[in-house]
C-alpha cells in the first residue's frame, strides 16, 4: 500500500510548483518581451540613422563619389556610434566607417541587403567576421530620381543591449525570486491555516474512535471546514445520545439477565460460548469471564447438553429436553434451546436458557410419595376393618368373646383413621395459613406454652412412669401462635415419650440466645441413625414403619412441627446418637419472617 502524503504535500506543493512555474515563465516571457522591444527599438534607431545618412549623401555627393562616400562614414560613423557602409548594387563595398572597403568582401548576398532590394528596408541580426562581433544591421536604398544608386547601411554592436538585458533580467530574477519566497511564507501559513483546524478534527475522530465524546471540534473562519465542523458536532451530540440509550438498555439488559434465576447461556454458529449469566456460571460451575469464545465441549462435559445444542443448531425450531448434572449433588435442569438471528433474520447462533427443576422433580416426588403413602396408610386400616365386619357378619357376632375382641380391633384403627385425618387436615390447615398469611401471632411467655404442652402429655408420660422436667424463665418470650407451637412441642413430647423405655426421663428447655429463642425436647430414647436424620421431617417417614404403626403414629407428626416452624420463620433441628437419646430443637427467630411451606 502506497504511503499517504500529509497535506502540506497536496496544498503547499502544488501551490509553490504552480508559483514557481509561473514566475519562471512570468521571467522568460518578460525577457523575451524585453529583448524584443529593445531589439525593435535599436532597429528603428538604425533605420533613422541610414535614412538620415541616406539624406545627408543626396544633398552632398553628387555623383557618388567612392573617396567622398568613405570619408563621409569615418566622419560620421564614429561620432553617431554607428558602423556606417554604403555598398552599391553590385555588392562592392564604397564606404565604411570602420574598415578599408577595398579589402571588404562583396555583400549582395546579406540578407538586410536582399530585403533592402525587395522592401526598401532590410535588417538582420548576425556575427561580424570582419569585427568578430555580434551586430544588427539596417540597410535602406539610396534613390535618386527613382533609380537605386546604392544601399546605406547603418550597424551597431549589441554586446552593450544584451548586458542591459542581462541586468534587466537579473532584476527579473531576484524580483521573481523574492516574490517566490513570499510566496513560499504564504503558502506555508495558508497550508497550516487550513491544516491545524484539520488536526484538531482528526483528533476528536480519533477521540470518537475510543468513545470519547467530549472532544469538540474548533470553529474555523473556512466556510467548508467550520460547516464540517458543525456537522461533526451534532453527529456527536447525537452518537452521544444514542450511545447513551444504548448503553443504558444494554445495562438494563445486562441487569435483567444477570438477576434471572434462569441460567441463559449464548453460542454462535460453531457452538463457541458468546456469554453467559451469573445463574449458568452456578448452575455449570464455571467463570464466564474464562469460558468465552471457547466450545460447548470444552466447558460443559455433558453429552445431553451437547446434543441439546446440536439439535437446536440443526433446527428451525425450539428444542427442550431434560438434563441431569451430577456434581456435589443431583441437579435436574430443564433445558430450552431456540436459534439466534440478527436483524436481517440470518441465523447466528443458539440461546440456551437452563431452569433448575430439581425442588420441583423433588416436589413431584414428594407429592406422588404422598399420594402413595395415603393410600396406603387409609387402605391399612380399611382393609382391616372391613376383614373384621366380614368376619362378624359370617357368625362371629354370635360369640361374645370374639365380637368384643373384633370390635375392639376395628375401634383402634378407626381410631388411626380419625388421628390420620386429623393430622392430614391439621398439615393442610397449616400451609393453607401460612401461604396466605393468616397465622396470627403474639408476644408470649414461652413457659406458658411449654407449661400447656407437658399438662396435655403428662397422662402418657405417667402411663410409662416416664418424668418430664421442665427448665424455662419467665424472661423467655416470643412472637408466636400460641396454639400452633404447643401443638409441636406437643408432638416432640408423644414421639419422645412413644420411643422411650419405661422409667426414663425428658427433658423440656427454653432459652433465649442473641438471635431468638430455643426449645429443646431430649430424651433418653433409642436414638436414630444419622442416615435418616435428614428426612425424619418429610410426611410418612418412619425410620421403623412396624414399630410406628404399632405405636400407633401416622407419620405426619415430625411434618406437622417443620410446618409450623415455618409458619413463624423458624425451623427445627435433630441431634441423635443411636442408643443415647434424641435432641429435638425448635429455632425461633427474634423477628418472625414468613417462609413458604415446602
Known amino acids: 500500500m502506497a504511503k499517504k502524503k500529509r497535506l502540506l504535500w497536496h496544498v503547499f506543493f502544488p501551490y509553490l510548483l504552480i508559483i514557481l512555474v509561473s514566475l519562471v515563465a512570468v521571467t522568460l516571457l518578460a525577457s523575451n518581451s524585453m529583448k524584443h522591444f529593445f531589439l525593435e527599438k535599436i532597429r528603428t534607431d538604425l533605420q533613422t540613422r541610414a535614412l538620415l545618412f541616406e539624406n545627408y549623401i543626396l544633398e552632398h555627393v553628387d555623383p557618388l563619389d567612392e573617396r567622398s562616400i568613405d570619408q563621409l562614414c569615418k566622419k560620421i560613423g564614429p561620432a553617431a556610434l554607428t558602423r556606417l557602409t554604403v555598398i552599391l548594387p553590385s555588392g562592392r563595398v564604397i564606404g565604411d566607417s570602420e574598415e578599408d572597403p577595398q579589402r571588404m568582401d562583396n555583400h549582395i548576398d546579406r540578407p ?12 538582420a541580426s548576425r556575427y561580424s567576421p570582419t569585427l568578430g562581433k555580434q551586430l544588427m544591421y539596417v540597410a535602406v536604398p539610396l534613390k535618386r530620381n527613382n533609380r537605386t544608386e ?23 530574477g531576484i524580483s521573481g525570486l523574492v516574490i517566490a519566497t513570499l510566496a513560499t511564507l ?4 495558508v497550508s497550516h491555516r487550513i491544516r491545524r483546524p ?19 471540534f474548533p470553529g474555523s473562519d473556512i466556510k467548508e471546514i467550520s460547516d464540517l465542523s458543525e456537522t461533526l458536532n451534532t453527529m456527536s451530540e447525537k452518537l452521544q445520545t444514542t450511545l447513551s440509550k444504548i448503553t443504558q438498555q444494554r445495562n438494563e439488559l445486562g441487569a435483567v439477565v444477570s438477576s434471572m434465576a434462569e441460567g441463559v447461556l449464548a453460542m454462535d454458529m460453531e457452538e463457541r460460548i458468546l456469554g453467559m449469566n451469573h445463574a449458568a456460571a452456578a448452575i455449570l460451575g464455571c467463570d464466564p469471564r474464562q469460558v468465552q469464545g471457547r466450545t460447548i465441549q470444552e466447558v460443559i462435559r455433558h453429552p445431553k447438553l451437547q446434543i441439546l445444542v446440536t439439535k437446536a443448531l440443526a433446527s428451525e425450531e425450539a428444542v427442550e429436553r431434560d438434563v441431569v448434572l451430577y456434581a456435589k449433588e443431583e441437579r435436574v435442569l430443564n433445558g430450552h434451546a431456540t436459534i439466534l438471528r440478527d ?7 443458539v440461546l440456551v436458557v437452563l431452569n433448575d427443576i430439581t425442588r420441583l422433580r423433588k416436589l413431584e416426588n414428594i407429592r406422588k410419595d404422598f399420594v402413595a403413602n395415603v393410600s396406603h396408610e387409609i387402605r391399612t386400616p380399611i382393609t382391616a376393618i372391613k376383614g373384621f365386619v366380614e368376619t362378624l357378619r359370617d357368625g362371629a357376632i354370635h360369640s361374645p368373646q370374639d365380637a368384643e375382641r373384633f370390635l375392639g380391633i376395628i375401634q383402634n384403627h378407626v381410631q388411626r383413621l380419625e388421628t390420620l385425618v386429623e393430622d392430614l387436615l391439621s398439615l393442610s390447615r397449616i400451609e393453607e395459613e401460612t401461604e396466605k398469611e393468616a397465622i396470627v401471632l403474639e408476644e408470649k411467655a414461652i413457659k406458658e406454652v411449654l407449661e400447656g404442652a407437658l399438662v396435655l402429655c403428662q397422662a402418657k408420660a405417667d402411663s410409662k412412669q416416664i418424668r418430664i422436667e421442665l427448665s424455662c424463665g419467665d424472661e423467655v418470650k416470643a412472637t408466636v401462635n400460641p396454639s400452633l407451637l404447643e401443638q409441636a412441642v406437643v408432638n416432640l413430647l408423644d414421639n419422645a415419650i412413644q420411643y422411650s423405655e419405661p422409667g426414663k426421663r425428658i427433658w423440656v428447655q427454653g432459652e433465649t440466645t442473641p438471635q431468638g429463642v430455643l426449645i ?25 414403619k412396624a414399630r410406628s404403626r404399632k405405636l400407633g403414629g401416622t407419620g405426619l407428626g415430625l411434618a406437622i412441627v417443620k410446618h409450623i416452624m415455618q409458619a413463624h420463620g423458624g ?19 427474634k423477628i418472625p419472617r414468613r417462609e413458604p411451606s415446602r
Open 198 to 216: 484539520i488536526e484538531e478534527i482528526r483528533k476528536g475522530a480519533e477521540s470518537f474512535s475510543m468513545g470519547d465524546f467530549q472532544h469538540p
Open 343 to 349: 436483524g436481517e433474520g440470518n441465523r447466528v447462533g
Open 571 to 589: 425451623h427445627v433441628s435433630v441431634e441423635s446418637q443411636l442408643g443415647r437419646g434424641s435432641t429435638f430443637t425448635l429455632h425461633l427467630p
Open 112 to 123: 538586410e541587403i536582399q530585403d533592402a532590394m525587395d522592401k526598401d528596408v532590410g535588417a
Open 150 to 172: 546604392a544601399f546605406v547601411r547603418a550597424a551597431i554592436q549589441l554586446d552593450s543591449v544584451d548586458r542591459d538585458i542581462a541586468a534587466i533580467q537579473l532584476e527579473i
Open 186 to 189: 504564504l503558502s506555508l501559513l
Open 520 to 544: 429443646r425436647v431430649r430424651d433418653e430414647g433409642c436414638g436414630i441413625e444419622k442416615q435418616h436424620q435428614e428426612r425424619l421431617f418429610e410426611r410418612f417417614y418412619r425410620v421403623d
